[in-house]
């Protein structure tokens, strides 16, 4: 854990000006997989060592069934809470179903729509956890069982909070599940920066797609993002931003081949938060991916993500 240390001095020094959304239930057993289940615990404790108070995290409940009803099948639900998927249907989600999984799904479902109402009130909320982009209305794709953020969105917007929603999506993979579900939408605009020859093998279109490609690293990512922030901030006005900050673009990463520096990583965060905040418009954030050798990696990434968040919030506000 001493890789951590520059990081727990920089967070002692200073009061975290949001919240973080987190429970000891983001745990669920996969056996061996590559999904680093563990992550969401080391975060939580790297910030908890950090002396970040516990105050300033807030439990999250499981989503209703109403509220994954937004943008799921009532038949899709029913096979969750009984097991009763295909084998197919296990290979696509690519997660082995237990009943555990299921409550597991729910709750950060319920995480991430707290998360949603704590950024509109404070203008920045992170959940340690989150991000399911794959997730389609009636079945669940590439470890992703439902798609968190396309029902907070809607929730927001059938209860009157936003008119209008935006994803950025910095996930190493292509949004295309959101993408899916957000199309037919004209208050939620999804923008995916990702890369190309890698899952899913179908993308369908976001409102702004960024393909990248195998080997492409730091210069072409940070130029490509900012081609288009804070421009689309500006020309679409969202109320509300969910940002995906997926660490999985990170040049050891198991599942990915961008080459990017934990450095450009960081400037990636500070380029899709900094924009947003300066225009006072309030950011949710997300973990989403990370598939690094060393799950130490992918935790500092995500450290690095809620450093910027905060340094970001004490210059502005
Ligand atoms: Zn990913």
């Given at each position: ?160 909070k936003i008119e209008r929603g935006m994803v950025v999506d910095c996930d190493l993979h292509q949004g295309n599940g959101t993408s899916f579900i ?136």
């Amino acid at each position: 854990m001493a890789r951590f240390s520059n990081l727990l001095r920089f967070f002692r020094r200073k009061k975290f000006p949001f919240k973080f959304i987190y429970s000891d239930d983001y745990w669920v057993d996969l056996g061996q997989h590559v999904f680093p289940v563990l992550k969401y615990r080391l975060v939580y404790e790297a910030l908890l060592r950090s002396r970040v108070k516990k105050e300033n995290f807030i439990l999250p409940q499981p989503a209703e069934d109403k509220d994954l009803l937004l943008v799921h099948t009532s038949k899709y639900l029913k096979k969750m809470k009984t097991g009763n998927l295909s084998d197919s249907e296990v290979l696509t989600l690519e997660l082995p179903y237990s009943k555990e999984l299921a409550k597991f799904a729910w709750l950060f479902v319920g995480g991430t729509i707290l998360t949603a109402e704590m950024a509109l009130k404070d203008g920045v909320a992170v959940h340690l956890g989150g991000g399911f982009h794959h997730a389609f209305p009636d079945h669940g794709e590439g470890f992703c069982v439902f798609n968190d953020v396309a029902v907070a969105l809607e929730k927001m917007k059938q209860e009157g909070k936003i008119e209008r929603g935006m994803v950025v999506d910095c996930d190493l993979h292509q949004g295309n599940g959101t993408s899916f579900i957000l199309s037919k939408k004209d208050y939620g605009f999804t923008f995916s920066i990702h890369q190309m020859d890698n899952y899913p093998a179908e993308k369908p279109s976001s409102s702004v797609d960024v393909g990248l490609w195998s080997g492409d690293g730091d210069e072409k990512y940070l130029s490509s993002l900012r081609e288009h922030f804070p421009r689309l901030y500006q020309q679409f006005k969202p109320d509300l931003i969910f940002y995906l900050a997926g660490a999985d673009p990170y040049e050891h990463d198991q599942l990915g081949n961008l080459n990017l520096t934990m450095q450009a990583l960081e400037e990636r965060d500070r380029i899709v938060i900094e924009e947003a905040r300066k225009l006072h418009l309030p950011v949710a954030i997300f973990l989403a991916g990370g598939y690094a050798r060393e799950v130490e990696d992918t935790v500092s990434i995500h450290l690095n993500t809620i450093k910027v968040a905060q340094k970001v919030q004490r210059k502005y506000f």
